[in-house]
Nanobody, 124 residues
């Protein structure tokens, strides 16, 4: 089992920045690729970003490329999502997820463990 706890969400104006954190516990953290997904009201949970266990590769949704950065600190069992130039359409609940797979990380069902989510609201 892997337990995941997100933090860092909040209310921010368009153009602002937030840094989300996800604390992991329970298994060897570096064995897991980590992903961030988000869900807006009335919409399905969609892929935002992912990073391999080694941190050697990162993946982003087209809508966040150049604005968001995913990173991890395996010594601290933490994964981060730095979000810059935020837009109202970035609003939603952001979820941290873990998987031991290395491919198809954009697909929600490839992940085995999920956090409870943290709300991000971007006002215009």
């Amino acid at each position: 089992q892997v337990q995941l706890v997100e933090s860092g969400g909040g209310l921010v104006q368009a153009g602002g920045s937030l840094r989300l954190s996800c604390a992991a516990s329970g298994r060897t953290f570096s064995n897991f690729a980590m992903g961030w997904f988000r869900q807006a009201p009335g919409k399905e949970r969609g892929f935002v970003a992912a990073i391999w266990g080694s941190g050697g590769s990162t993946f982003y949704a087209d809508s966040v490329k150049g604005r968001f950065t995913i990173s991890r600190d395996n010594a601290k069992n933490m994964v981060y999502l730095q979000m810059n130039s935020l837009k109202p359409e970035d609003t939603g609940v952001y979820y941290c997820a873990a998987t031991q797979r290395l491919s198809e990380l954009v697909i929600r069902t490839m992940y085995d463990y999920w956090g409870q989510g943290t709300q991000v609201t971007v006002s215009s």
